[in-house]
C-alpha cells in the first residue's frame, strides 16, 4: 500500500525556520517524483517545490525561490523540505504528493497520492 505521512510542521516566529519530512512507502523514490504543496485557510492549495525521481530536476515556485530547499534521501526513501526566512504568508497545510514520473511539476492534478499534511504556522 503506497503512503506518504508528513511531519515537522509547527509554530515559528517570522524569520525562523523548519524542515519538513515526507517518508514514503510501499514505493521507492527511485521511480516517483514527489512535490510539496500549501493551504491557507480560504485559499487554494499551490505548488511550493517538486523533485523528480532520484533527484533528476527540481522546481520551486517563485514566492520560495532562494527560502526553501527540496531534497531526498533515498536510502530512507523521504523527502525533505528546508525551510528557512519564513513569512506570515508561508503559514498554511503543507502535503507531499508522489507522482510516477521522472521530472516534476507544481501542477497538483499532476499528482496520484497525497499525505495527510502537516501543519506550519508562522507568527510571533
Known amino acids: 500500500q503506497l503512503q506518504l505521512v508528513e511531519s515537522g510542521g509547527g509554530l515559528v516566529q517570522p524569520g525562523g525556520s523548519l524542515r519538513l519530512s515526507c517518508v514514503a512507502s510501499?514505493?521507492?523514490?527511485?521511480?516517483?517524483?514527489i512535490g510539496w504543496f500549501r493551504q491557507a485557510p480560504g485559499k487554494e492549495r499551490e505548488g511550493v517545490s517538486c523533485i523528480g525521481s532520484r533527484g533528476a530536476s527540481t522546481n520551486y515556485a517563485d514566492f520560495v525561490k532562494g527560502r526553501f530547499t527540496i531534497s531526498t534521501d533515498n536510502v530512507k526513501n523521504t523527502v525533505f523540505l528546508q525551510m528557512n526566512s519564513l513569512k506570515s504568508d508561508d503559514t498554511g497545510v503543507y502535503y507531499c504528493a508522489a507522482a510516477r514520473t521522472a521530472f516534476c511539476g507544481l501542477g497538483f492534478m499532476d499528482y496520484d497520492y497525497w499525505g495527510q499534511g502537516t501543519q506550519v504556522t508562522v507568527s510571533s
Open positions: 510501499g514505493f521507492t523514490l527511485d521511480y516517483y517524483a
